[in-house]
T-cell receptor, first 113, second 111 residues
């Protein structure tokens, strides 16, 4: 099993450009999450999904959109990148919420210039 | 919503000594408290968790204690080794709600 994978691993964008980050999991998990990690701020939840076809806002959703068309995939989109979105992005999945281990992907380092 | 505070932000200990990281939470209804370890350049991974019906849980050199009255929980690492150097995150959740993470503690083990 590959677990949770993310593509790409690194990306540099110019302000105003758009991009999509792809997360895939092969554990048949219902829940999937997108976090951003910034120095001194821990892991902050951007958006999450409780099942195929569902999405919900997390703590810091502004400037991002998500889609979960297939159970195994969770896409994070940036429509118009800003320097404030420079961060490391982690995807995670879990069997359910509240009391279940979250399995994280390897992360995507995004720099917006 | 839930608020989780974690202290200290950095911690250095001599190899072989013990390390303690503390977290406080705001929502008294929270009932699940995991700890994640993130080595440099790697993904966070669960190392231990505790539920509100238990006061302490141990797994070899690591243990977590929970004080529901005071709304705080702690990670204890004994006989620290170089491979314990990492960033540690605490988190809390209640029911089926999502996890709220602390801001992390960078632990450095001094050989």
């Amino acid at each position: 099993n590959a677990g949770v994978t993310q593509t790409p691993k690194f990306r540099v964008l110019k302000t105003g450009q758009s991009m999509t980050l792809l997360c895939a999991q092969d554990m048949n998990h219902e829940y999937m999450y997108w976090y951003r990690q910034d120095p001194g701020m821990g892991l902050r939840l951007i958006h999450y999904s409780v099942g195929e076809g569902t999405t919900a806002k997390g703590e810091v959703p502004d400037g991002y959109n998500v889609s979960r068309l297939k159970k195994q995939n969770f896409l994070l989109g940036l429509e118009s990148a800003a320097p404030s979105q420079t961060s490391v992005y982690f995807c995670a999945s879990s069997r359910a919420s509240g009391g279940y281990e979250q399995y994280f992907g390897p992360g995507t380092r995004l720099t917006v210039t | 919503g839930e608020n989780v505070e974690q202290h200290p932000s950095t911690l250095s200990v001599q190899e072989g000594d013990s390390a303690v990281i503390k977290c406080t939470y705001s929502d008294s209804a929270s009932n699940y408290f995991p700890w994640y370890k993130q080595e440099l350049g790697k993904r966070p991974q669960l190392i231990i968790d505790i539920r509100s019906n238990v006061g302490e849980k141990k797994d070899q050199r690591i243990a977590v204690t929970l004080n529901k009255t005071a709304k705080h929980f702690s990670l204890h690492i004994t006989e620290t080794q170089p491979e314990d150097s990492a960033v540690y995150f605490c988190a809390a959740s209640k029911g089926n709600e999502k996890l709220t993470f602390g801001t992390g503690t960078r632990l450095t083990i001094i050989p």
